[in-house]
């Protein structure tokens, strides 16, 4: 039996981040997809009726942030000190607070439109600015080893490059970080071999 089962919809979205984290670790874990025709019937047995879950020890976590934020301990990727722990929290929450500007729910078109634009063009150039002056010339956002802070910007980074192409591409040091990220063995295979979704 495997020892995480994490359960999400068959898409990226907010399971991804906890997807590489175990990618990365080479923990093994049983990845179970929703689909969106069958979630009326299984949603009133989650947690606030909402995914990801994680399933673990007997028990069940929720909330996304929580569930990587576990595993990033079991992989040690939290930081080398409780200082470097605390400003790779303040990162992830950094991403997270503008990920949750994105509109999904919008049904009217244009005004998704124009919340989209107005989020590429005021909030992600801001934390662009910030990641990017507090990377400097380090090869990661924290300390001098990887975090589960560089794996958030890698997933975050491609979602937001469905929604508008190209739009970190001024900022050198962090296309670098992209880069490194992706070239990791364990978490370029789990890119190659993953579902294929848009988001």
């Known amino acids: 039996?495997?020892?995480?089962k994490l359960i999400y919809f068959n898409m990226r979205g907010r399971a991804e981040l906890?997807?590489?984290i175990l990618a990365y670790a080479e923990i093994p874990f049983q990845d179970q997809r929703v689909e969106w025709k069958d979630w009326p019937s299984f949603k009133p047995s989650f947690p606030l009726e909402q995914l990801p879950v994680l399933e673990v020890e007997g028990g069940e976590l929720n909330q996304s942030l929580a569930i990587a934020r576990f595993l990033a301990?079991?992989?040690?990727?939290?930081g080398n000190s409780r200082l470097e722990e605390a400003q790779t929290d303040a990162l992830v929450e950094s991403l997270n607070d503008v990920t949750l500007l994105i509109?999904?729910?919008?049904?009217?078109?244009?005004?998704?439109?124009?919340?989209?634009d107005k989020l590429f063009d005021c909030n992600?150039?801001?934390?662009?600015?910030?990641?990017?002056?507090h990377l400097?010339?380090?090869d990661w956002l924290v300390g001098d080893a990887m975090t589960?802070?560089?794996?958030?910007?890698h997933v975050c980074f491609t979602t937001f490059s469905v929604l508008r192409p190209g739009f970190a591409s001024p900022y050198l040091g962090l296309c670098a970080l992209i880069d490194r990220v992706g070239?990791?063995?364990?978490?370029?295979?789990?890119?190659?071999?993953?579902?294929?979704?848009?988001?």
């Open 1 to 4: 039996m495997l020892p995480y």
């Open 18 to 20: 906890s997807r590489y």
């Open 73 to 78: 301990k079991e992989a040690g990727l939290t």
């Open 103 to 116: 509109p999904w729910r919008e049904e009217d078109q244009g005004l998704k439109k124009q919340k989209i």
């Open 124 to 133: 992600v150039p801001k934390l662009l600015s910030f990641l990017e002056k």
């Open 136 to 138: 400097g010339e380090r």
């Open 148 to 153: 589960w802070a560089d794996l958030y910007w």
């Open 183 to 199: 070239s990791i063995p364990q978490l370029a295979l789990w890119i190659q071999d993953r579902p294929d979704s848009e988001f």
